[in-house]
């Protein structure tokens, strides 16, 4: 059996080696941040990582996770209920709370665990999940492991949610779920739509704000903030310490008390992972510090997104429109994304090409993404690199024909 299923492996990688779509991890030689080095010594400006405000490795959060290690230590060694809680980590699920205007909040290793452990603990047969179809895989595998019936709605599609929700009529508890930003093509959930629908049809919901928490929104608060939905009740927010803030590991779920309550006693990612490293939680608590201060790096974060979607346009490239600093480059190619991205790595630029299954077929993509650490000049060179190789593959033409 083992030599059987070592044979198909080697089959199916052979299969994606020969259509062009293999998967090369380059390996990263430096700490994160815009200027990375790789393992042959290159180094390259970085327009793909999740370092949207730019603090992975800043030097204000450094010496905060240096602190950190001093005062709490490097590891917990167990899980929160037997001896894996110390302050700390009480400390940060109130401050998210209080950022995020929500009763209280829970962490998780990571995001994925958060929205993992939170629909089998709360919803069962009586219950109904809707979802829209472009939700992220966690969110997918979380409702897979409860017994709620399943509606899924067109991406963004309020007619069809709203016939979902008439379809759930009968349920216990209606549980509308969806992205706050939707990875792959940078463009928001209509939360002020859904939460209007919530409110008629007594539904909640959950939107998973990943893409959006410390930097969308005018305090950088994320959709919530930007849809004027930030503090309803009916609201519940899972969302990451991996991307925006500070770019490590760590989830959370931020709602109401009760909720969040029953969460620490029943979801299984919760009881069955160890504790947040401190290191993490304690820099996580600067951070969250920091962004209530000052809206300088979303800002700066928000004109860096303006300023290249406007030169990519203009030098005519086919861009998904939008304001979000995920911004596709459409190629729609699969083998010729993979091929245009390795070029751009030849030019000192690092992006990543995007095709089926991450994205649906015949919608591949390379996704640039800005962070509040690019210059002008980095983005200047950027967009030169994007030309050049893009009138060498003939993307111009194609984009503009």
Request: proline share 3%; glycine share 8%.
């Amino acid at each position: 059996m083992s030599l059987r299923l070592r044979e198909w492996a080697a089959a199916q990688l052979e299969e994606i080696q020969a259509a062009g779509l293999y998967k090369n991890e380059y390996l990263v030689e430096s700490p994160q941040g815009v200027e990375i080095t790789l393992q042959d010594g290159r180094k390259v400006l970085n327009f793909c990582a999740n370092n949207y405000l730019g603090l992975a490795s800043h030097p204000r959060v450094l010496q905060a996770a240096y602190k950190a290690l001093d005062r709490w230590g490097y590891g917990m060694a167990s899980v929160r209920f037997i001896c894996g809680t110390q302050s700390a980590h009480k400390e940060l699920e109130a401050q998210i709370a209080r950022f995020l205007h929500c009763e209280d909040s829970i962490l998780y290793a990571a995001c994925f665990d958060a929205n993992g452990g939170f629909f089998e603990p709360l919803l069962g047969s009586d219950d109904a999940i809707i979802s829209d179809e472009l939700n992220h895989a966690s969110l997918i595998d979380g409702i897979r492991l409860c017994k709620a019936r399943r509606f899924i709605y067109k991406h963004a599609d309020m007619q069809e949610l709203e016939k979902r929700l008439q379809e759930a009529a009968s349920a216990r508890f209606r549980v509308i779920v969806t992205d706050g930003v939707f990875s792959m093509d940078g463009d928001y959930a209509p939360l002020n739509e859904i939460m209007r629908l919530a409110r008629q049809y007594d539904a909640i919901v959950i939107v998973d704000d990943s893409h959006a928490t410390g930097f969308v929104g005018r305090t950088g608060r994320g959709t919530p903030e930007k849809f004027g939905c930030l503090g309803d009740e009916r609201l519940i927010i899972t969302s990451t310490l991996g991307k925006a803030l500070g770019g490590a590991m760590g989830g959370f779920i931020a709602g109401l008390a009760p909720i969040i309550a029953l969460l620490r006693q029943r979801s299984r990612p919760y009881l069955f992972s160890n504790s947040l490293s401190p290191v993490i939680v304690a820099t996580a608590m600067e951070i969250f510090s920091w962004l209530s201060e000052t809206s300088e790096l979303r800002d700066r974060l928000e004109a860096n997104a303006r300023y290249f979607r406007s030169r990519m346009i203009e030098a005519g490239f086919d861009v998904k429109p939008g304001d979000h600093p995920i911004v596709p480059i459409m190629l729609y190619d699969a083998v010729l994304a993979h091929r245009m991205a390795e070029a751009l790595i030849q030019e000192g630029i690092y992006v990543v090409g995007f095709s089926y299954p991450v994205v649906p077929k015949g919608q591949a993509r390379i996704r640039v993404q800005l962070s509040a650490a690019h210059t002008k000049e980095h983005i200047d060179a950027a967009v030169e690199a994007f030309i050049r190789v893009g009138q060498k593959l003939g993307v111009l033409k194609r984009a503009v024909a």
